[in-house]
């Protein structure tokens, strides 16, 4: 067959390494010079397989072959630069082909273009009952039942991982073409696994590493939301005592919580605590701000919308906050500020458990744990009519007060400390330490912002603060408690007229509007329900 590797000569040597035998190439001087010698033949003897160059752009690949009375070097050209390099690379070149030919664990079919048995390994041979050699030459149908090698001769296209039967057993093998100058010369046939069974027990394994997988970044996850939450509720005092308690009974349910507090006291470090406690620690934490939702775009910022739903959206449309918090937490801020009609499509969302995105056609199922807070009294905005009823029973499932600052004043020195080491960290500087007096003045506060008030007092004190110990002095020049009294407002002026206010408030509404839409006037027009030439009008009334 033209291109097929030929033997180019052979030289035979006897149990005493001389020269006994030389015919083909092996008997020209060069090549001579080159087998006799004992060194040359010493290293080929140690790698029993290694190429030859004799001339600079002339390669032959020497074979050593042991005989009873002494040993035999076969010459040839190499079948190509890969095997050729691999050979010269790998000094046990040999003994890696020996493995593959010979491995107990895998076995090999090999046939020729015809589809005849060219090698059978011996551990095939062995599984079929055959004598070493037996089957080599005979068709490969009349040795291997089932089997696709002559169509894989015939496609040229390999086949892996499939199912074969032989024998009354299954096996998983693959069949790839071999080709040499375009054509295919063979074809080579390997049992992959021993059956199906075994390929089940790895994807079995596979599937339990994954869970293990996911079991452990789950529980990393949760230890790092309880290394952020634990340290954030600072305090022990009796009332943080008791609230933490009652975070640790309540996180692990999966139940709705109200939080309830003035403004500043951490309303939002409970939620946070209650999320990384809880069975969905490992799903998103996404938070509202329900006083901060202008009302012109509380749909699509809530619910999502649809790709090419309006003008300026999204190509790909967008999920909303409901939707972007499934599977995990909702924490609804101030949500004693959420007007009426918001209201009531949060709690279609409670009780239908799906949201319907702006410009879609279909209801999405989401499946979140719902945590509000509020400063506000509930249940006298529910006697007002301002706050649904329904609505409040559905957050109310458990109720958490958050305690004022001025009915903890026992936290306040564990706060200052933990405070001052925070803002040494956020401005690159050693932590300051409190002087006793400056610790006694800080107590003694109402602090009507509370903690929040606190920290702000603390960050302006450190700013202009001189030296590592943070003093009264510092406190009252950063925040005067002995200031004279503010003078007296100026007189109120006139309300304005219904004209005046509404323009203001179309404005606020457009300014709003551009915002969001990221300066897209088309964007901003659709959100805001007008025609773009009505919003370049109020744009220019705006601007005169």
Known sequence: MPGTPRPHGIAVFDAQGRLAFAAGTADE?????????????????????????????????????PLATGEAVLLQDPPG????????????????????????????????????????SPVHEAFFGLAPGAAAGRPVTEVIENTRLPRVLGTGKAEAGEIQRMRGKERVVSRVPIRRGGAVVGAIGRVMFAGPAQVEALSRRVNALEREVAFY????????????????????????????????????????????????TGKELVARALHGEGPRRAGPLVTVNAAALPATLVESELF?????SFTGAERKGRKGRFEQADGGTLFLDEIGEMPPDTQAKLLRVLQERVVEPVGGDRPVPVDFRLIAATNRDLKAMVDAGTFRLDLFYRLSTVT??????????????????????ELGELHGRPALALEPEAADWLAAQPWPGNVRQLRQALERAVIFAEGPVLRRADLLDAAPADAPPAAPPPPVAAAPRLGEATARLEEAMIRDAIARAGGNKKAAAALLGISRSHLYRRLEAMEG
């Open 29 to 65: 001087v060069r090549l001579r010079a080159i087998l006799a010698d004992p060194e040359w033949r010493a290293g080929l003897r140690a790698r029993r397989l290694q190429p030859l160059e004799p001339q600079r752009d002339r390669r032959l690949l020497a074979l050593l072959v």
């Open 81 to 120: 630069d890969v095997l050729l390099g691999f050979v010269a690379s790998v000094d046990f070149a040999w003994d890696v082909f020996h493995h593959l030919v010979s491995d107990k664990h895998d076995a090999m079919t090999v046939v020729d273009a015809q589809a005849r048995v060219a090698w059978l």
């Open 217 to 264: 970044r789950q529980e990393a996850a949760a230890l790092r939301g309880r290394a952020l939450a634990a340290p954030a509720i600072i305090g022990e005092g009796a009332a943080v005592s008791r609230l933490r308690a009652r975070i640790a009974r309540v996180a692990p349910l999966d139940v709705p919580v109200l939080i309830q507090g003035e403004s500043g």
């Open 304 to 308: 999502g919308y649809a790709p090419g």
């Open 400 to 421: 958490l007060e958050v305690p004022r600052l001025a009915d903890r004043r026992d936290d306040i020195a564990p706060l200052c400390r933990h405070f001052l080491h």
